[in-house]
């Protein structure tokens, strides 16, 4: 029998190089605060207008409520917490929402609207 050559070791995969993350394009047009501010200033509810009308003006100025659902329920707590918006009913980001005292949150976010 002849003997046989010892087998090769298995050559090593080429090195994978890293994925890249996509580059998202920044937006064009107002940010999503500015929005849900608008869409609570343009509102002629005395008691303030609720998350879901808020969700259905934002969908009419063609933001995707659905895939942007998380931000705008964070939008509006912190917008609460910072004092640009009242709560008027519920916890969190669901109940009724009205604008506050003007003078407060205008000079601090160089926003204003007329009534």
């Known amino acids: 029998m002849a003997e046989e050559a010892p087998a090769a070791a298995p050559a090593k995969a080429p090195a994978k190089a890293p994925k890249k993350k996509a580059v998202r394009s920044k937006t064009d047009g107002p940010s999503l605060p500015k929005l849900i501010v608008a869409a609570v200033a343009e509102s002629k509810e005395r008691k303030g207008i609720s998350l879901a009308a808020i969700k259905k003006v934002l969908a009419t100025k063609k933001v995707d409520v659905a895939k942007s659902n998380k931000r705008i329920n964070t939008a509006v707590t912190k917008m609460v917490t910072n004092g640009v918006l009242t709560q008027t009913k519920g916890t969190g980001a669901s ?21």
């Open 95 to 115: 109940g009724s929402f009205k604008l506050a005292k003007q003078e407060k949150w205008t000079q601090n976010h160089g926003l204003s609207f007329s009534k």
